[in-house]
T-cell receptor, first 113, second 112 residues
């Protein structure tokens, strides 16, 4: 199974600032995804991070707010830009591995004050 | 597209009670089905999965059977422990990129 590390694990940020979350996988994977989990809610897909091309965003999420990089097959970043308290969430990186299974990182717990 | 409907929570049980969390799905074809668990303050962990009809996934005493006749994947455990207290999510892949669609989650609290 893939092992996924996310940084930071937690952060408290001021509104109006931006934060970049890193996701590192211990093996090369084709598909990487970013999800958001708002307090007490289920998970919602933000985007699919494509290696070597722009991310594919879901309805309601835009690149200006959530720019994503995917420079190689083991690493991706998600930036949450111009943050507001409504962005307080857990942001989770996930990967689809060769075993037909999707694994998640521990999440980055973000609080915007 | 594919979707999943999960039993509403929260669920509170006494230790050693029997657990069932219902999950039904709507899907094109027969995708893999998953249960994930989120312990307090942690991310998501894969609990179990089933890849085809009639498969039974199992892990840590939890079981779920892929039932195409009833389009269900209910999670069961015969005797819950306090340490099973967590949020449980049913999920299935949707879209060409295999991203997951999640149920609403069920908060389980087990009392000693």
């Amino acid at each position: 199974s893939a092992v996924i590390s996310q940084k930071p694990s937690r952060d408290i940020c001021q509104r109006g600032t931006s934060l970049t979350i890193q996701c590192q996988v211990d093996s090369q994977v084709t598909m990487m995804f970013w999800y958001r989990q708002q307090p007490g809610q289920s998970l919602t897909l933000i985007a699919t991070a494509n290696q070597g091309s722009e991310a594919t965003y879901e309805s309601g999420f835009v690149i200006d707010k959530f720019p994503i990089s995917r420079p190689n097959l083991t690493f991706s970043t998600l930036t949450v830009s111009n943050m507001s308290p409504e962005d307080s969430s857990i942001y989770l990186c996930s990967v689809y591995d060769s075993g037909n299974t999707i694994y998640f990182g521990e999440g980055s717990w973000l609080t915007v004050v | 597209g594919n979707s999943v409907t999960q039993m509403e929570g929260p669920v509170t049980l006494s230790e050693e009670a029997f657990l069932t969390i219902n999950c039904t799905y709507t899907a094109t074809g027969y995708p893999s089905l998953f249960w994930y668990v989120q312990y307090p303050g942690e991310g998501l962990q894969l609990l179990l999965k089933a890849t085809k009809a009639d498969d039974k996934g199992s892990n840590k005493g939890f079981e779920a059977t892929y039932r195409k006749e009833t389009t269900s994947f209910h999670l069961e455990k015969g005797s819950v422990q306090v340490s099973d207290s967590a949020v449980y999510f049913c999920a299935l892949p949707s879209g060409s990129a295999r991203q997951l669609t999640f149920g609403s989650g069920t908060q389980l609290t087990v009392l000693p």
